[in-house]
């Protein structure tokens, strides 16, 4: 063979890898086949979209993560909710999503499925299981939770819904970023699909995005991956690999970030500048009872409730603070803050809070740094 061919085909010759701690990344689109027979054969790898060795491998582990039998892997969180939606729904269904869910999905719900015939009922998240349930119709496809909610950090009854809406046919699916997939088990409590952000706290670093969902059921299971294949999404190899190695520490970092938070949030409870702390952890908080019954623990990300005070006064106090970065992704090992009075604006029912309203992320910093911190800016929001 010439040069120019010997230069190509050399060095891609499968070899026997050493056994190391951590799985191999492969990176590839095409995907050599051993024989003509198999060009066809579904029950092989034919193309590097999916199932290489780093994104099986984290899905293998996922699966032991949330007590399910195969996880479907999406782009980003958000991705993952859109995409578990998108797998379950068509034209003529309608979808309840509680009030207090994700801004982007309520977005996708009101561009995206709206153009595609699939109504959203917004609904309360204070509503019982049986009201809840009297506001579905015969369309009624699916009902989306997120417990705690964004922003307000709202408990539903899960285990009780699920159970409703599965007596009636109903789809139910929960974005379970918050618990990480560690703190509560929604597949366990009767959930149809469990979905989380990945780019959270299993990557932990702030430095890649990727979201997961997962059911026990096998035909919305094969659902959930068939929308996979043919809408096209795809994780890198490379990205899976970092996801693979932040969940290695999962448990380690959730510890540090519920005990950090929960000493922040009881230290903040006591501030004069403070209205309340909006914490399903804390024994004060209206759902405390759900979220002591249904989750093993807390992470890192909070409320806080100001006393009345002006834009100008919380935006002097978000601009003095020095450890607290400003931004909205949460469930890395910094901490963060957002001031949150624009987003509620978009609720369907009204939010009824006595001041202005910031969600806390604890990071891994020391306790006491933050803490000095959030109270030199607490001057300059006199």
């Not at 293998?60 to 998108?86: F, K, N």
């Not at 999962?250 to 000493?263: F, P």
């Not at 002591?292 to 935006?315: I, Y």
């Amino acid at each position: 063979m010439d040069e120019e061919t010997r230069l190509i085909r050399k060095g891609s010759e499968p070899t026997n890898l050493a056994r190391v701690v951590n799985p191999p990344i492969q990176r590839g689109s095409t995907v050599l086949l051993p024989n003509a027979a198999s060009l066809y054969d579904d029950d092989q790898i034919t193309y590097g979209i999916t199932g290489l060795s780093s994104p099986a491998a984290l899905q293998r582990a996922l699966a032991e993560l949330e007590g399910s039998p195969d996880v479907t892997l999406y782009p980003s969180g958000l991705a993952a909710i859109t995409g578990a939606m998108l797998a379950v729904l068509k034209a003529g269904d309608e979808i309840l999503v509680v009030d207090s869910a994700y801004k982007p999905t309520r977005r996708f719900c009101d561009r995206v499925l709206s153009r595609f015939g699939v109504t959203t009922t917004y609904y309360d998240p204070a509503l019982t299981p049986e009201a809840l349930m009297a506001l579905a119709t015969p369309k009624t496809r699916l009902i989306l939770l997120e417990a705690p909610g964004s922003l307000t950090f709202e408990m539903q009854d899960v285990p009780a819904i699920a159970k409703a809406a599965t007596d009636r046919g109903i789809l139910t699916l929960i974005d379970n970023t918050w618990a990480a997939g560690l703190l509560f088990k929604p597949l366990a409590h009767g959930v149809t699909i469990s979905v989380q952000a990945l780019t959270k706290y299993v990557g932990g670093h702030s430095d890649c995005f990727m979201g997961s969902a997962t059911t026990m059921d096998e035909t919305i299971g094969n659902e959930l991956g068939n929308a996979m294949w043919d809408i096209g999404w795809s994780v890198s190899p490379d990205d899976a690999y970092t996801m693979l190695r932040g969940l290695r520490t999962l448990s380690t970092r959730l510890a540090r970030h519920q005990e950090s938070g929960l000493a922040v949030a009881r230290w903040l409870q006591d501030r004069p500048e403070v209205s309340r702390v909006l914490h399903p952890a804390l024994p004060g908080d209206p759902g405390h009872a759900l979220w002591k019954r249904d989750f093993n623990g807390a992470c890192g990300l909070f409320g806080v409730v100001l006393k009345p005070c002006s834009q100008r006064a919380v935006h002097a106090f978000l601009d003095a603070l020095e450890l607290f970065g400003l931004g909205f992704s949460w469930g890395g090992y910094e901490s963060l803050v957002i001031h949150c009075d624009p987003q509620l604006k978009n609720r369907t029912v009204p939010v009824d809070l006595e001041g202005p309203l910031l969600r806390f992320h604890i990071g891994l910093e020391n306790v006491d740094d933050l803490k000095a911190d959030i109270e030199q800016a607490f001057e300059k929001l006199a």
